[in-house]
């Protein structure tokens, strides 16, 4: 009587571990959140090519940061 519920509840929780664990192996690995880069290939000055082209920046200040960037 007392080893009846205590048994039930132990199954329950080997059933939820199992779950748990099939879960995480077939999602793959894990990889913690990273800022998005540019991707390969893309330099700053075309970067700042396409923010100019956009309007973020005008024409003063493109000019000034491609002379920073030595181009």
Not at 42 to 50: F, Y
Request: hydrophobic content about 45%.
């Amino acid at each position: 009587m007392f080893l009846g519920p205590l048994f039930m509840i132990l199954v329950l929780a080997s059933v939820i571990a199992a779950a748990v664990l099939l879960v995480r192996w077939l999602a793959g690995p894990s990889h913690p959140i990273q800022p998005p880069h540019a991707p390969p290939g893309r330099t700053a000055l075309d970067i700042l090519k396409e923010r100019y082209a956009r309007g973020e920046i005008d024409k003063e200040e493109f000019e000034d940061r491609r002379r920073t960037l030595g181009d």
